[in-house]
């Protein structure tokens, strides 16, 4: 019987970033709406379909709410099928998804939140297939600009049915008539992508400045 865990292992980092426009006084208050809208149950069922997807198991979560806003999630998740056979389940202790929600107050009269979502799983399904969750969740989909980092750690002593690529292709040719690919640097091991919306598509040409200049230093 093939084992449903692999010997090695898959992570991809997602970063969205959500761009709104307030006056300076009116940003605590904005920074409630915007952490209500996207609050830790949003986040928590999220995070149950993707580990649905990926045919594992949440076993553990936590969750920290940050004052005056901010929130962070953390699963550990494990496999649902048996190891060889046996009738024990994998624990994968490395496998994990997490979720984090920053702010950035920094720049006049806009408000930029950031999502963080990192999947890290030994399933033989592709973290890839996560990209179907996101693409459904209109919420979740509504960003101004999104990163990806996937990295693939371990020996390769057996071979994927699926390492997910063509997924990951087809979700960016959705996103071409929206978003501008910014960076696209892929080796078998690695990837790195930046999307940013069109800035016709943005609110006003301070966002779009303020999130292409952020795309140059941070994202």
């Known amino acids: 019987m093939i084992p449903e865990i692999s010997n090695t292992s898959q992570s991809l980092v997602i970063n969205t970033y959500y761009g709104y426009t307030c006056s300076d006084k009116d940003k605590i208050l904005t920074n409630k709406k915007i952490e209500d809208h996207f609050s830790v149950s949003f986040m928590m069922k999220m995070m149950q379909d993707i580990s649905k997807t990926l045919e594992t198991k949440i076993i553990h979560t936590s969750s920290h709410s940050f004052e005056p806003s901010g929130v962070s999630l953390a699963s550990v998740i494990e496999s649902n099928e048996p190891i060889f056979g046996s009738s024990g389940v994998a624990h994968l202790s490395e496998s994990h998804i ?22 890290s799983s030994c399933s033989r399904k592709s973290v890839y297939f996560a990209l179907d969750d ?4 209109d919420q979740f989909d509504k960003f101004d600009a999104i990163t990806f980092d996937f990295f693939h750690r371990g020996l ?19 996103k071409a008539h ?6 696209d640097e892929r080796t078998s091991t690695f990837m790195n992508i930046k999307l940013i919306k069109h800035k016709k598509k943005l609110q006003s040409e301070l966002m779009s400045d303020s999130l292409h200049n952020l795309s140059l230093i941070h994202i």
């Open 134 to 137: 996101i693409s459904k969740n």
């Open 178 to 183: 929206t978003y501008d690919i910014i960076d």
């Open 98 to 119: 997490s979720f984090h929600s920053y702010f950035e107050n920094s720049l006049n009269d806009i408000i930029i939140l950031r999502l963080e979502l990192h999947i």
């Open 156 to 174: 390769d002593l057996e071979s994927y049915e699926n390492n997910g690529t063509n997924i990951l292709d087809t979700y960016l040719k959705e």
